[in-house]
């Protein structure tokens, strides 16, 4: 039995054992690593994240990092070490994530929900059909992205190229199509409306259109645990409208559908190290046939 003196000591320290115990229990729960890819980006790009930044970690008591990836393959090295807790997505980069990383989607972000890669040459070029870019020239964009690379890859299967350049920025591609560098170059559909003027709109014809591809995607890494989950998914439906139009998410849209996507990019992928040679010879018997497609995205 406890002495009158040690029952006088604990009710003296019990209520010092028990605001430690709150004080720990409101301790930061870790650091959270947000990657935002940002090639090309306009200056003030990372600006509009840092109010986010911000607000997050007050709502979670915890630090917060946003980290920068100015390339896909940057982007995609992060992905594949899980060092991005969180990660603002475009779609080439969600599917590698959620397919090969076991990412998880949590919201949908504000791009165009019917993005289409196209395949663009001079506007004084004879090619009319993608079989005639055989034994060309062609740029396409770095890999790990769905308009640049991984689309116009998929609808040039079959054909054997002089050369693939890959271009770090949409810009580039055009840029070396009007010094006649290259025969085609692929980009977005939305990024070629963006630039074209830049260098005449009527320089550059649409030789090739793409499928859609699904939208883009705010996406938390497997290291996050549930309870955390639970708690950044609730912060950022309840953050302010001023830092959710900032940041570019959709609290209450559906979420992207990349299912038929992942399948296009397995099918393509193994051809990566046939791109790098010279000829790039665009054949491999995984990849999808005409008996067998891939249904559409």
């Known amino acids: 039995m406890l002495s009158r003196r040690d029952l006088f000591l604990t009710a003296l320290l019990l209520p010092v ?3 430690g115990c709150t004080d720990r229990q409101q301790e930061p729960i870790g650091k959270l690593i947000v990657g935002i890819v940002s090639y090309d980006a306009p200056a003030n790009y990372l600006e509009k994240f840092e109010r986010f930044r911000d607000y997050l970690a007050t709502a979670l008591k915890t630090l917060v990092e946003l980290e920068p990836a100015y390339n896909e393959i940057k982007a ?5 070490r899980r060092v991005w807790s969180m ?3 475009p779609p080439g980069l969600a599917a590698i994530a959620i397919s090969s990383q076991q990412y998880l989607p949590i919201f949908a ?3 165009s929900n019917n993005e289409r890669s196209v395949l663009l040459v001079r506007a004084d070029s004879p090619i009319q059909t993608l079989g005639e870019l055989a034994n060309q020239v062609v740029a396409l964009g770095e890999a790990g992205s769905a308009t640049g690379y991984y689309l116009p890859l998929y609808d040039l299967y079959g054909l054997t190229l002089q050369e693939v350049r890959f271009a770090p920025t949409p810009r580039t591609v055009l840029d070396w199509l009007s010094q006649g ?4 170059g692929a980009m977005s559909e939305q990024e070629f409306q963006q630039y074209r003027n830049e260098f005449g709109a009527s320089q550059f014809r649409v030789l090739h259109t793409s499928r859609a591809v699904p939208a883009s995607a705010v996406l938390l890494a497997p290291t996050v645990d549930r309870n955390l989950q639970y708690q950044i998914e609730t912060a950022m439906r309840n953050a302010p409208s001023s830092i959710i139009g900032d940041a570019g998410y959709i609290p209450e849209a559906a979420l992207p559908n990349y299912e038929q996507f992942i399948k296009l990019v397995a099918k393509v992928r193994p051809l990566e190290a046939r791109v790098q040679q010279k000829p790039a010879v665009l054949t491999m018997e995984t990849v999808p ?3 067998s ?5």
Request: proline share 12%.
């Open 17 to 19: 054992l028990l605001k």
């Open 87 to 89: 990660v603002f997505a």
């Open 109 to 111: 972000l504000q791009s």
């Open 293 to 297: 497609p891939i249904p559409p995205l």
């Open 289 to 291: 046939t005409v008996e």
């Open 76 to 80: 995609v090295e992060q992905i594949q």
């Open 181 to 184: 560098v290259i025969v085609a």
